[in-house]
């Protein structure tokens, strides 16, 4: 087993979808094709900016549903999603190489608004199982981003303080949620959200491709001085 070394850094802490699972617009197609289904008209592309938090305040702002409907339609999204969209889902590009090398520095785990099994699932089907520890989602503490618990649920099981994490995530209510938690580098991807909505949600650093973060966060948890997100450069695939 490959020892792990403590930088800077305890643990890196991830959302799941549209951060290392390339699964935004499949899971936008399932909700437009359940939507379709129940006589309501949308599309994937409108459906996108609504995604952050639970599904059925998604399917509440985008199609103006009560909460009864949209538990109602959410529960028909899960088979049409979990069955027929979730199993092809692929790797972002550079995920399966930014994994590798970060769970042989330190521990990671997953912090996600999908259901735990879900979760689970899907890292299982992208080979990724072995690397990620605590997996936590929607119902693991039955409260989501952007409320901080799911993410001190992890930092408790890998009993850090917040402090010593970095999160990543792709929407406002991840860095919103890492920031209340009190997790010190936050990093936003830009797969579905602006750099300028990820900082004013409280991205420490924000990177545009997989490729660039893990050059960042190894720069981090070697304890660079030019990698402190607060002082990286504002051009580039990386910046403050």
């Known amino acids: ?3 792990q070394r403590r930088g800077p850094l305890d643990a890196v802490l991830f959302d799941l979808d549209g951060t290392l699972a390339d699964s935004m617009h499949s899971i936008a197609e399932a909700l437009a094709e359940t939507l379709a289904e129940q006589g309501y008209r949308t599309s994937p592309e409108e459906l996108m900016p609504h995604f952050g ?4 305040l998604v399917f509440r702002r985008a199609v103006g549903v009560d909460e009864a409907e949209a538990e109602r339609l959410y529960a028909l999204y899960l088979p049409t999603y979990y069955e027929r969209y979730m199993p092809d889902t692929p790797p972002l590009p550079g995920a399966d190489e930014l994994i590798d090398d ?3 520095r330190l521990p990671l785990g997953i912090v996600t608004s999908k259901l735990e099994a879900g979760a689970r699932s899907l890292i299982a089907n992208l080979g990724w199982s072995a690397h990620f520890s605590p997996i936590v989602g929607r119902d693991t503490t039955g409260i989501v981003k952007p409320r901080p618990e799911p993410l001190l649920h992890a930092l408790a099981e890998l009993d850090i ?3 010593r994490a970095a999160y990543v995530g792709d929407t406002e209510e991840d ?3 890492a920031l209340a938690a009190g997790i ?9 959200r602006s750099e300028q909505q990820l900082r004013e949600a409280g991205a420490t650093a924000i990177c545009h491709d997989l490729f660039t ?6 720069a981090v948890i070697e304890g660079l001085p030019e990698a402190v997100p607060s ?3 504002a051009t580039g695939s990386a910046s403050a």
């Open 175 to 177: 860095m919103q949620a």
């Open 102 to 104: 970060l769970a042989a």
């Open 161 to 163: 303080e917040g402090e």
């Open 184 to 192: 010190a580098v936050r990093i936003g991807i830009t797969e579905i």
């Open 53 to 56: 938090p639970d599904m059925q």
């Open 213 to 218: 973060l893990r050059a960042l966060l190894v």
């Open 1 to 3: 087993m490959t020892e």
């Open 231 to 233: 002082t990286a450069p």
